[in-house]
C-alpha cells in the first residue's frame, strides 16, 4: 500500500477544515506565546521571578487535571470539546485587553488567565490528539501529523512576525484581541466537519473516571517504546520551560531587541519547525522511526547554548539560527514519535495515553519554569539558558537506551 501524501489528505473536505481550524487556532496561540510574557515584562514591569511564575500558572494544567482529562476524553466525542474550549479560551483571553482599557490589569490577573487557559488547553491538546485517528484513519497518521505540523510551524513564522508590530503599535494587552479571534474562527471552522464520529462505546456498568485513569497509565508506563517517548519528552520539556522562561527576557532586556526584534528571532523558530515537519516524513523513512527520535535532540540541542554567548550583530544572528535548529529537531522527533504513540493504542485508550503523555512529559513544565525563574534571578538570564541548553541535550538518553535506538517504523 502506497504511503498517504499530503496532497491526498487536503483533497478530504474535513481535514482541509480541521488544517484551517489549526491554522487559526495555532495563529492565536503563538499570539499569546509572546505577548503574554510582554505584557507582563513591559506593562507590569514583572521582574525575573514573576516571569517564571506566569509561565508556571501557563503550564500548570498538565499537572492538575492532565491525567482525569484523558478519562473523561475517552468518554466523549472530542469535536464538542474542540469547540468549546476554543470559545472558553477566546473569551479568557479577550479579558486582558478588557481588563487594561479599564484600569484593572494586573500581574494577579494575569496569572488567573493564565492558569484557566492552561486548563483549558489541556483538553483540548487532549482531543485534538485523540480526534486525528478517528478523522483520518490510521494508516494516513504519519502524513497526518506531518501535514498538521507544517501548519503549525507556518504559524510559527507568522506569528511572531505578525505579532512584533502589533504589540508596537497597539501594545502587548490589545495584540490578545488578534489571538481570541484566532481560537474563535478556529472554532467556527471545527464546526463546519462533516464526518459523524460515533460515541465512544461504554461497558454495561462504567468503571469509576480514577480506574480508567490507573489503566491509561498501566498500559503506556509498562510498554516501554511509549515510556521511553513520553520520559524524553519529559526530560526535554523540563530544562525547555527553563529556557522559553528567560529566552523573551534576555532578546528584550539583555539583548536590547525590542517586540519587533523579539519577533523577528522567534520566528526563525518558526522557519525551523516549518523545515522539521517537511522533512520529519523522509529523515524517518531513510534513518529509521525510531533512531530519528533520539538523533534529533543529540544534533540539534547543543546549538541552543550559542544564545547566550551572543549579545548583538552576526552573533546574535547564528544564535538565531541555533534556535530554529532546536525547532527543527523538535519538529521532526514529535512526528515521528506521534505515529508511534497513536499506532500503538487502542481506539478506547487514545484519550488516555495521551493525557498520560501530556502529564508526564508536561507535568515538570511548572516546575522547569519556576526554577528558571529562580535561577534567572540568583544567576542571570544569560546561566540560565546555558543551563537549560545542557538540560535539553539530555533528552536523548531515555529514546537511545530503549529499542527505539535501532527501530524503525513496522
Same mark, same amino acid.
Given at each position: 500500500?502506497?504511503?498517504?501524501?499530503?496532497?491526498?489528505?487536503?483533497? +478530504?473536505?474535513?481535514?482541509?477544515?480541521?488544517?484551517?481550524?489549526?491554522?487559526?487556532?495555532?495563529?492565536? +496561540?503563538?499570539?499569546?506565546?509572546?505577548?503574554?510574557?510582554?505584557?507582563?515584562?513591559?506593562?507590569?514591569?514583572?521582574?525575573?521571578?514573576?516571569? !517564571?511564575?506566569?509561565?508556571?500558572?501557563?503550564?500548570?494544567?498538565?499537572? %492538575?487535571? !492532565?491525567?482525569?482529562? !484523558?478519562?473523561?476524553?475517552?468518554?466523549?466525542?472530542?469535536?464538542?470539546?474542540?469547540?468549546?474550549?476554543?470559545?472558553?479560551?477566546?473569551?479568557?483571553?479577550?479579558?486582558?485587553?478588557?481588563?487594561?482599557?479599564?484600569?484593572?490589569?494586573?500581574? *494577579?490577573?494575569?496569572?488567573?488567565?493564565?492558569?484557566?487557559? $492552561?486548563?483549558?488547553?489541556?483538553?483540548?491538546?487532549?482531543?485534538?490528539?485523540?480526534?486525528?485517528?478517528?478523522?483520518?484513519?490510521?494508516?494516513?497518521?504519519?502524513?497526518?501529523?506531518?501535514?498538521?505540523?507544517?501548519?503549525?510551524?507556518?504559524?510559527?513564522?507568522?506569528?511572531?512576525?505578525?505579532?512584533?508590530?502589533?504589540? $508596537?503599535?497597539? @501594545?502587548?494587552?490589545?495584540?490578545?484581541?488578534?489571538?481570541?479571534?484566532?481560537?474563535?474562527?478556529?472554532?467556527?471552522?471545527?464546526?463546519?466537519?462533516?464526518?459523524? *464520529?460515533? &460515541?465512544?462505546?461504554?461497558?454495561?456498568?462504567?468503571?469509576?473516571?480514577?480506574?480508567?485513569?490507573?489503566?491509561?497509565?498501566?498500559?503506556?508506563?509498562?510498554?516501554?517504546?511509549?515510556?521511553?517517548?513520553?520520559?524524553?519528552?519529559?526530560?526535554?520539556? #523540563?530544562?525547555?520551560?527553563?529556557?522559553?522562561?528567560?529566552?523573551?527576557?534576555? %532578546?528584550?532586556?539583555?539583548?536590547?531587541?525590542?517586540?519587533?526584534?523579539?519577533?523577528?528571532?522567534?520566528?526563525?523558530?518558526?522557519?525551523?519547525?516549518? %523545515?522539521?515537519?517537511?522533512?520529519?516524513?523522509?529523515?524517518? &523513512? &531513510?534513518? @529509521?522511526?525510531?533512531?530519528?527520535?533520539?538523533?534529533?535532540?543529540?544534533?540539534?540541542?547543543?546549538?541552543?547554548?550559542?544564545?547566550?554567548?551572543?549579545?548583538?550583530?552576526?552573533?546574535? @544572528?547564528?544564535?538565531?539560527?541555533?534556535?530554529?535548529?532546536?525547532? #527543527?529537531? !523538535?519538529?521532526?522527533?514529535?512526528?515521528?514519535?506521534?505515529?508511534?504513540?497513536?499506532?500503538?493504542?487502542?481506539?478506547?485508550?487514545? @484519550?488516555?495515553?495521551?493525557?498520560?503523555?501530556? #502529564?508526564?512529559?508536561?507535568?515538570?513544565?511548572?516546575?522547569?519554569?519556576?526554577?528558571?525563574?529562580?535561577?534567572?534571578?540568583?544567576?542571570?538570564?544569560?546561566?540560565?539558558?546555558?543551563?537549560?541548553?545542557?538540560?535539553?541535550?539530555?533528552?536523548? %538518553?531515555?529514546?537511545?537506551?530503549?529499542?527505539?535506538?535501532?527501530?524503525?517504523?513496522?
Amino acid at each position: 500500500m502506497r504511503p498517504a501524501t499530503r496532497s491526498g489528505l487536503l483533497r +478530504d473536505r474535513d481535514f482541509r477544515l480541521l488544517f484551517a481550524a489549526t491554522a487559526f487556532g495555532q495563529l492565536g +496561540d503563538r499570539v499569546v506565546f509572546l505577548a503574554l510574557p510582554l505584557v507582563a515584562i513591559t506593562v507590569l514591569r514583572a521582574d525575573a521571578f514573576q516571569v !517564571g511564575l506566569l509561565t508556571a500558572t501557563t503550564t500548570a494544567g498538565s499537572l %492538575l487535571v !492532565g491525567l482525569p482529562a !484523558g478519562a473523561w476524553v475517552d468518554r466523549v466525542r472530542k469535536r464538542p470539546v474542540l469547540i468549546g474550549t476554543d470559545l472558553a479560551r477566546a473569551a479568557v483571553l479577550f479579558s486582558v485587553p478588557a481588563a487594561r482599557w479599564s484600569g484593572l490589569l494586573t500581574i *494577579e490577573w494575569l496569572y488567573a488567565v493564565a492558569l484557566v487557559h $492552561g486548563l483549558l488547553t489541556v483538553f483540548f491538546d487532549v482531543s485534538y490528539a485523540s480526534y486525528l485517528p478517528h478523522l483520518i484513519g490510521r494508516a494516513r497518521l504519519l502524513a497526518g501529523n506531518s501535514t498538521l505540523s507544517a501548519v503549525r510551524s507556518v504559524t510559527s513564522i507568522s506569528g511572531p512576525t505578525l505579532t512584533g508590530p502589533l504589540v $508596537g503599535g497597539f @501594545g502587548p494587552a490589545t495584540t490578545l484581541v488578534a489571538s481570541a479571534a484566532g481560537m474563535a474562527l478556529s472554532a467556527l471552522l471545527a464546526l463546519g466537519i462533516r464526518g459523524r *464520529e460515533e &460515541r465512544p462505546p461504554g461497558p454495561g456498568v462504567r468503571p469509576r473516571l480514577g480506574r480508567e485513569v490507573v489503566a491509561g497509565l498501566r498500559f503506556v508506563l509498562a510498554h516501554p517504546v511509549l515510556r521511553a517517548t513520553i520520559l524524553g519528552d519529559a526530560l526535554f520539556n #523540563f530544562f525547555l520551560a527553563m529556557y522559553q522562561t528567560m529566552l523573551v527576557l534576555f %532578546l528584550e532586556r539583555e539583548s536590547g531587541l525590542g517586540a519587533t526584534g523579539v519577533g523577528l528571532v522567534l520566528s526563525g523558530m518558526g522557519c525551523g519547525a516549518l %523545515l522539521g515537519a517537511l522533512s520529519a516524513p523522509g529523515l524517518a &523513512r &531513510r534513518i @529509521g522511526q525510531g533512531p530519528v527520535i533520539w538523533l534529533a535532540p543529540l544534533v540539534t540541542c547543543p546549538l541552543t547554548a550559542l544564545l547566550p554567548m551572543a549579545r548583538s550583530g552576526v552573533g546574535l @544572528g547564528v544564535a538565531a539560527a541555533g534556535l530554529a535548529a532546536l525547532s #527543527f529537531g !523538535g519538529v521532526v522527533r514529535v512526528v515521528a514519535q506521534a505515529g508511534f504513540q497513536q499506532s500503538l493504542t487502542p481506539d478506547g485508550l487514545l @484519550g488516555r495515553m495521551n493525557a498520560t503523555a501530556r #502529564f508526564v512529559s508536561w507535568g515538570g513544565l511548572p516546575l522547569g519554569a519556576l526554577l528558571g525563574g529562580a535561577s534567572g534571578t540568583a544567576f542571570g538570564a544569560a546561566a540560565t539558558l546555558l543551563i537549560a541548553a545542557t538540560g535539553m541535550t539530555l533528552g536523548f %538518553l531515555p529514546a537511545f537506551l530503549s529499542p527505539l535506538r535501532t527501530g524503525r517504523a513496522g
